[in-house]
């Protein structure tokens, strides 16, 4: 469900208070107003260890640009569960119930970030354990359909900056013996994720390495793949990072 949300900022932060009089307001002060467009899988919609949909990194890079004196209108369409059928069904399906507000917000963004493909992975990854050789096979196709995404988001709107998200090590609580088997199908995953990126003229935003330095405590459920709040905090970072360098 696509989930709408205005962050408008009531106060002015601290440091400018030491500049500006203190009768100034925060109605007085001109913020740059940008729409930005969230696209993903549960991780877009912020599903923490424990199973509830709270905030993501998509909150929390919205609220930092806050910080940094701007308006910012988020429309976030990620959804738990998602794969990469599933928004290349909204983007070209005339007749799905979202196709029409996520052209128009596409439309309207200066910002697009969209993190997919994940679930699409998890779904072989017992096929691809059974026969690793299936591996090549699956991430090909992830990123056909990760490149026709991005490519139909430059049609809606060739001016929109899109930054793409690499995937952290979901299973950092399993035995090191079966990690070494998962890694490297991780880091292949992410460097498909990477080049169909590139290939698009889009920014690929890295979070395996950042989360890994606390991945036990990012991810705190052994049951479950999904971050706690420091660890969307961070992710949130790596992507302001990357938006600051490619300005």
């Known amino acids: 469900m696509k989930i709408r949300k205005r962050f408008v900022s009531a106060l002015i932060i601290g440091s400018l208070f030491v500049s500006i009089p203190f009768t100034a307001s925060a109605k007085n002060i001109k913020k ?23 905030d993501g990194y998509v909150d929390y890079l919205a609220s930092r640009f806050e910080q940094s004196q701007y308006n910012v209108e988020l429309d976030n369409y990620g959804v738990s569960g998602y794969r990469t059928t599933h928004i290349l069904d909204e983007l070209l399906n ?84 079966q990690q070494a088997a998962l890694l490297p199908l991780l880091d292949a995953f992410n460097q498909t994720i990477q080049s169909i990126a590139s290939r698009n003229g889009d920014i690929f935003v890295p979070t395996a390495t950042v989360i890994e330095k606390h991945e036990k405590e990012y991810i705190p459920n052994p049951q479950d793949i999904h971050l706690d709040i420091e660890g969307y905090k961070v992710v949130a970072k790596e992507f302001w990072k990357a938006i600051q360098e490619n300005k």
């Open 94 to 177: 005339p007749f799905n119930s979202k196709n029409a507000s996520l052209q128009e917000s596409i439309g309207n963004a200066e910002l697009v970030t969209i993190d997919i493909g994940a679930n699409d992975l998890l779904a072989e990854l017992p096929r691809i354990q059974a026969n690793p050789a299936l591996a090549q096979t699956v991430l090909k196709v992830i990123g056909e359909r990760l490149f026709v995404i991005l490519s139909e988001i430059d049609k809606i709107n060739p001016e929109t900056k899109v930054y793409v998200m690499g995937y952290y090590n979901p299973f950092p609580h399993l035995p090191e013996e």
């Open 32 to 54: 740059e107003h940008f729409d930005y467009v969230a696209l993903g899988d549960s991780l877009a919609a912020g599903r923490t260890p424990f199973g509830v949909d709270a």
